[in-house]
């Protein structure tokens, strides 16, 4: 009897233990009770924190002079009610933080009095009453919105947690909390039960919560999904992705496993990873401080660390983000989810210093111990240039389908974006081998990016317009080749997804002569790609030059277009045009319909010359033509009543009746111009002639003559072997040339 008295009482405890092993004092999500600790010990001493800290007080502050509102949602985005409902979850978590550290229980008691009008409005709520959304919300027109508010206010209550009497938060998790979190997920799998940025803002949305709530089971919902959530395979969402697919893993971990490549590249393009890097890392963090068992910032090779560095790399000069895929032009490492996920990597990634000098450029840090890390290293003076490199960034969940390739040369004074990657989910374009040069953060040629006002009203709702799947994913929008005026796997969802381009080599050994090349065999059956695009500098040209050599083989003839969009005023051309009386359009279809045919013309010589002024320096594009082909220049914006297009320019080397062709072009940039001083410098190109010297199935070479001094260079590529280790010999002209692996760059004097 005596053993069983001692045995008893000692296995309860053991299971009250195990039971309450996660328990822990809040804050505990993003703040910690160590952090504020340190927080408050600090104040006054770190420069960048102190005025993130009282530029947040005088936001908060405004609003709590204004009252509360809780209005009945019935806005899209950019609406008062859609507007309205998203600044008072941004100002909750703010007032969370700041009663944390200033200890001021005003904030505690305006974020109590707005959760408790929430939980008065949300016990019979309806679902929001506009209906365009594949999954609606209730306080906003889409879950994902929802989920937003969830995210933020789960990081407010953590903060006022011990603040309310356990009667109210037991009212708040039953009445608010608890169904907001089975809404988005057990009631609209459809949006919570894939790999998706809306799923893993839902995803983090129930986990944050359900660890503020010490609630394993949403937890693990949190992190592995609904094990059954009805949906049939194949299921697709607004955008024409694929919602469910056979065998899908879901839940946040497989949002980590999937959409990332081992290198960090997120597969729906920088715009979207800007997005989603503030639910992935906010609530990285949040379990990494409750439930530090997961080690989830080594998941993955530490996936979502690494795809920081990443994600600022596929910026431009300015730090403004690549419009790759879907992306809305002048998002920039400076935006709020950015200064998110820097500060998370800065201080669990093993403080990169590099890491300091994009925080300084942000102006703000979190007001959380991972800000406080960053503003006190920037403050001791540890703050080193990140330094952007060429890189080649693979696609897909194992690096395994196509990547893009980012040639830079010097500091960013012209930088190479090359896209031959996977299909990037439903926010995915059909661009094949597509490009954009950039001089500094001036856009040389230029990709389009999305047709999307994000929430501005007046343009839909602020939601994606028409045209986005009319024009700005159709092939013909971006600077790639177009075969018979159809777009790439004939703007196929199911069919563009099941493929992806091929790296051919990429090589930036040589920073004078950088070169990547990829092959595209699925776009269009029966025809092969293979696009080569080299970042050269050489004597005699001012700047580095950007050599193009795009070579198509097919079973069939066709009619091939292949459109530069350049932005600036054409200054000078070696071919005559004739410009129509009336407008027409290029085409009838699959982005075609939203081109004007402004003029057409045919060349006059070998080589095709378009001369063009922007932002202050003159660019010339040489393209190697035959008699037979067409030279049009056209302007987006047809079909277009609602103005929803830009009416950028573009010029369109129409080359028909082929079945294999090359073609090759150069493009310059070249002295400058200064409206203050009315002086132009080196006005034209310095290229006096651009051959192709052979293009053989096994081979292909381009020269390339200069005007001043005659001196000629040559690029040789080898089309069926990329191995660095053989050696090739090629005649041409009666002379040997011999090299080793894919490619050889050649001075002739």
């Not at 040589?510 to 090349?517: A, L, M, R």
Request: net charge negative; glycine share 8%; proline share 4%.
């Amino acid at each position: 009897m005596f053993k069983n008295t001692v045995v008893i009482p000692f296995f309860i405890c053991v299971l009250f233990m195990s039971f309450n092993s996660h328990a822990q004092e809040h804050p505990k999500l993003i703040l910690t009770t160590e952090g504020v600790q340190k927080i408050r010990a600090e104040l006054g001493n770190v420069p960048l924190f102190d005025a993130t800290l009282a530029m947040v007080k005088a936001e908060v502050d405004a609003e709590i002079v204004l009252g509360i509102d809780t209005p009945i949602p019935k806005d899209f985005s950019g609406g008062y009610t859609h507007s309205r409902h998203k600044l008072n979850f941004q100002t909750l978590q703010k007032a969370g933080v700041l009663y944390q550290i200033l200890e001021d229980e005003k904030y505690a008691v305006y974020i109590k009095d707005m959760l408790f009008q929430y939980e008065a409005m949300y016990k019979d709520l309806p679902v929001h009453p506009q209906t365009r959304s594949y999954a609606r919300g209730k306080l906003f027109w889409q879950c994902l919105n929802d989920s937003n508010w969830l995210v933020y206010v789960s990081q407010a209550y953590d903060c006022v947690y011990d603040y309310l009497s356990k009667k109210e938060r037991k009212q708040l998790e039953k009445n608010l909390f608890r169904p907001f979190a089975d809404f988005i997920s057990i009631d609209n799998p459809q949006f919570y039960n894939r790999v998706h940025n809306h799923s893993t803002w839902g995803n983090a949305a129930v986990g944050m919560i359900g660890l503020v709530m010490d609630d394993d089971d949403l937890i693990q919902r949190a992190l592995y999904g609904i094990e059954d959530d009805g949906l049939p395979v194949g299921a697709k969402d607004n955008d024409g992705g694929f919602i469910k697919t056979e065998g899908q893993e879901v839940g946040f971990l497989a949002n980590v496993d999937e959409p990332f490549s081992p290198d960090g590249y997120y597969t729906e393009g920088p715009y979207y990873q800007r997005y989603a890097m503030y639910p992935f890392l906010i609530f990285a963090e949040a379990l990494h401080n409750v439930r530090p068992e997961y080690k989830i910032f080594a998941h993955k090779d530490s996936v979502l660390l690494k795809s920081v560095n990443v994600l600022v790399n596929l910026s431009d000069a300015d730090g403004d983000f690549f419009p790759l895929n879907d992306g809305q032009k002048g998002m920039s490492y400076k935006s709020p989810d950015v200064v998110t996920a820097l500060d998370i990597a800065y201080h669990y990634g093993g403080h990169n210093p590099q890491l300091l000098s994009i925080a300084k450029e942000q102006g703000r840090v979190l007001l959380d111990d991972s800000g406080l890390a960053v503003a006190i290293g920037i403050r001791d003076g540890k703050a080193e240039s990140f330094q952007k490199k060429s890189i080649n960034l693979s696609d897909g969940t194992n690096g395994d389908q196509g990547g893009v390739g980012i040639l830079r040369y010097g500091d960013e004074e012209m930088t190479l974006v090359y896209k031959y990657a996977a299909q990037g989910l439903s926010h995915g374009h059909y661009d094949k081998l597509s490009f954009s040069l950039y001089e500094k953060g001036t856009e040389i040629l230029q990709d389009y990016g999305l047709a999307r006002f994000v929430n501005i009203e007046q343009k839909g709702g602020g939601n994606y317009l028409k045209e986005n799947k009319t024009w700005a994913k159709q092939t013909i929008a971006h600077n790639t080749l177009v075969q018979n005026e159809t777009s790439h796997f004939g703007g196929k969802y199911e069919v563009g997804s099941k493929h992806h381009s091929e790296l051919y080599f990429f090589d930036t050994s040589n920073p004078e002569v950088q070169v990547v090349s990829a092959k595209e065999i699925n776009a269009y059956p029966g025809t092969e790609m293979h696009r080569t695009l080299a970042l050269i500098k050489a004597d005699n040209f001012e700047k580095p030059y950007l050599l193009d050599i795009l070579k198509v083989e097919s079973n069939t003839e066709n009619q091939y277009d292949l459109p530069f969009y350049f932005k600036g005023q054409i200054m000078k051309t070696n071919f005559d045009v004739t410009a129509p009386t009336t407008l027409t359009t290029f085409g009838s279809d699959n982005g075609y319909q939203h081109l004007w045919l402004e003029a057409i013309g045919a060349p006059k010589e070998e080589n095709t010359k378009l001369s063009w002024l922007e932002n202050g320096h003159f660019y010339t594009l040489s393209t190697a033509t035959t008699n037979k082909d067409e030279l049009n220049f056209v302007r987006i914006g047809a079909n277009d009543p609602d103005f929803n297009l830009r009416r950028d320019a573009g010029l369109v080397v129409r080359r028909k009746k082929s079945k294999n062709t090359t073609f090759v072009s150069i493009l310059e940039s070249h002295g400058h111009y200064s409206p203050v001083s009315e002086f132009s410098v080196n006005s034209n190109s310095i290229i006096s002639k651009l051959e192709i010297m052979i293009d053989t199935k096994a081979y292909t070479a381009a020269l390339i003559q200069t005007k001043s001094t005659g001196d000629k260079l040559m690029l040789i590529l080898a089309n069926e072997d990329s191995a660095s280790d053989i050696e090739h010999v090629l005649k041409i002209n009666e002379k040997d040339y011999s090299w080793k692996g894919p490619y050889a760059f050649i001075k002739i004097k």
